[in-house]
């Protein structure tokens, strides 16, 4: 039988390589309780997807450094929290959706997460000037939301010749890849 590990409440098997809070859960308590995630030692992705997970919290996630998909959307970090993830040494997946507290500011400190390939940030408030100062070499997809002009059609082509190995996936309007554009596009 295999031992578990209670977290806010419910019960996780130590054997688990994903985590993440039952449907519908919100409220992380206390955010020293997520120190008990290292009792999961294949552990390699995590969930916490609209909680209120924090800086505090991040900072202890930091600690996991076996993570290579982590699930930040709606939650309360902020752009200084993101500091944090450069810990992560195998970090490969960051879904930073629907967080518009984050804006161009943490792009510095997501440049030094260089292991990333896949890049969410639509929903966030980052736009072409926080585009402009990512520089990680591997990443292969970026998924960013167009609205209020935060994104040119013309910005976005440019910036898949510059990276012309990056998918930029334009939610709701197409994909971008080398100098080229698949989709639609206010009549393109």
């Known amino acids: ?35 008990k995630m290292s009792a999961f030692p294949r552990l390699t992705s995590a969930s916490f997807s609209g909680t209120n997970l924090n800086d505090h919290g991040l900072k202890i996630l ?21 500091s944090y993830l450069k810990s992560l040494k195998t970090l490969k997946h960051l879904r930073l959706k629907e967080n518009p507290q984050l804006d161009n500011e943490c792009v510095s400190y997501l440049n030094d997460c260089k292991c990333l390939i896949n890049l969410q ?43 012309p190995k990056c998918t930029i996936l334009a939610k709701g309007k197409g994909e971008f890849f080398n100098g080229t554009f698949k989709g639609t596009w206010g009549g393109r």
């Open 62 to 82: 930091s600690s996991f450094d076996k993570l290579e998909n982590l699930d930040l959307q709606e939650t309360d970090i902020s752009n200084f929290g993101i």
């Open 121 to 163: 940030i639509h929903e966030t408030n980052i736009n072409e000037v926080g585009l402009l100062q990512l520089h990680i070499k591997g990443l292969q997809d970026v998924l960013v939301n167009i609205d209020d002009d935060n994104y040119s059609f013309q910005f976005l082509m440019s910036y898949s010749k510059r990276y």
């Open 1 to 35: 039988m295999p031992d578990f590990v209670s977290i806010c409440a419910q019960k996780f098997d130590k054997t688990i390589t994903h985590f993440g809070f039952d449907w519908p859960f919100r409220e992380i308590s206390e955010m020293s309780e997520l120190k």
